[in-house]
Structure formats: C-alpha cells, structure tokens
C-alpha cells in the first residue's frame, strides 16, 4: 500500500464547475500538506501550503487537512480551463523530514469551455 | 528573479554513458532535492541535501550520484547502473528550519538511445 493516494482520473468539468481533488495518506506523522499544480512538461508549482488539521483558502482555492481521517482535499471554484493541469498533493512529517515530501500520483484535471 | 533553473531541458543518453543534470538555484535555501517522476507514479525522490557538503540517498538512490560543493549548486549524475534512466527529472528547493515548502525547477526529460 503506498503511503499516499491520490484518485489519478483523469477528471474532466465544465467551465465554472466546483472540482473536488482527494488524497488519502496512511502515515500518521505527516505534518505538512501541499498541493502542486503541474502543466504538461512542467516542474510542479506550489498552490497551497497548510499545516496541521483544518482549512486554508486562497481565491479560488481551498485546501482542507482531517488529520484524523488522514484525508485531505483541494477544492476549485468557478473552474476556468487555465486550472486543465496535473494536480498532485504532497505531504511531509517535517523536524529532519522538511522538505522530504512524499507524493501522490497526481490527478489529470481537464476544464472544457 | 529568484529560481531554480535545470539544465538541459532535453537530454539524450546513449546506453551505457554517465551523463549530468544540472540544478542552480538563486533563492539562498539551504535544502535541495532530486526527485523523478513517470507516468502515473507521481514524484520519487532520488536524493537530498540539506546543508553543503552534505547529502543523503533518498527511495530511489541506486544508479545515481549527486555533489553538494555549493549552496546553490546540486547536479545529480544518472550512470550507466541505472537500468531504467528514461524519465523527467525534477530538482527542488526549500528554507531550512520548520518550513517544508518546496519549489521546483522546470525539469530535464532524460531519455536513452
């Protein structure tokens, strides 16, 4: 069992959708939660950073960490087709782990006008 | 403008051959990594560094090297033991101390002939 999950996809919305993106994680000293944003042939770009349980908003962008379901999720409002990308979460235990994050697969979202 | 810069962009491996990514980055972190990434399996990581002249092996260290003679300087070697070497690779960076927040460069697609 891998250590983090994410739900690959792909996903495809329309235009002004709400998206919804999920991972679920098995080690409980995960601290750190990140999403990234990657376009095709890209390095990843970071969108959200949050530590610990509860939300974190941004525009557009809400992350949530239940850190006793060991779930966490990205949500997209008023989805544009600039959000089309790979969405992959990441998470980290922090202390001598910073830095060292641990993946998940990634999910393709693709937003049609 | 801060960031990480790879370089190639594109490189082309002949069986056999050792060849060198390289990863500069500008932001004055201490930490940096190497990370790899295939299709659907998200982002491993290959090795990190969180001080100069420091490095340690991460989940998928065999067949590489790296070198930390620099703060801003960590190329990764991908030599001839590497029995699957054709994939992007993606070098990061992140602040010492509590913050886990990692940026990354643009990638080096690596790709054997």
């Known amino acids: 069992q891998k250590e983090v999950e994410q739900d690959p996809g792909p996903l495809s919305v329309p235009e002004g959708a709400i998206v919804s993106l999920n991972c679920t994680y098995s080690?409980?000293?995960?601290?750190?939660f990140m999403w990234y944003r990657q376009y095709s042939r890209k390095g990843p770009e970071l969108l959200m950073y949050?530590?610990?349980?509860g939300n974190k908003e941004d525009g557009r962008f809400t992350a949530q960490v239940d850190k006793s379901s060991k779930y966490i999720s990205l949500f997209i409002r008023d989805s544009q087709p600039s959000d089309s990308a790979t969405y992959l979460c990441?998470?980290?235990?922090?202390?001598?782990?910073?830095?060292?994050?641990?993946f998940g697969q990634g999910t393709i979202l693709t937003v049609h006008p | 403008d801060g960031g990480i810069t790879q370089s190639p962009k594109y490189l082309f491996r002949k069986e056999g051959q050792n060849v060198t990514l390289s990863c500069e980055q500008n932001?004055?972190?201490?930490?940096m990594y190497w990370y790899r990434q295939d299709p659907g399996q998200g982002l491993r990581l290959i090795y990190y560094?969180?001080?100069?002249?420091?490095?340690q092996k991460g989940d998928i260290a065999e067949g590489y090297s790296v070198s930390r003679e620099k703060k801003e300087s960590f190329p990764l070697t991908v030599t001839s033991a590497q029995k699957n070497p054709t994939a992007f690779y993606l070098c990061?960076?992140?602040?010492?101390?509590?913050?886990?927040?990692?940026?990354f460069g643009q990638g080096t697609r690596l790709t054997v002939v």
């Open positions: 990061a960076s992140s602040r010492s101390g509590i913050s886990t927040e990692a940026f």
């Open positions: 080690n409980s000293a995960f601290q750190y």
């Open positions: 949050t530590y610990s349980s």
């Open positions: 990441a998470m980290s235990a922090g202390g001598t782990s910073y830095g060292k994050l641990t």
């Open positions: 932001l004055n972190h201490d930490a």
């Open positions: 560094s969180q001080i100069v002249n420091d490095f």
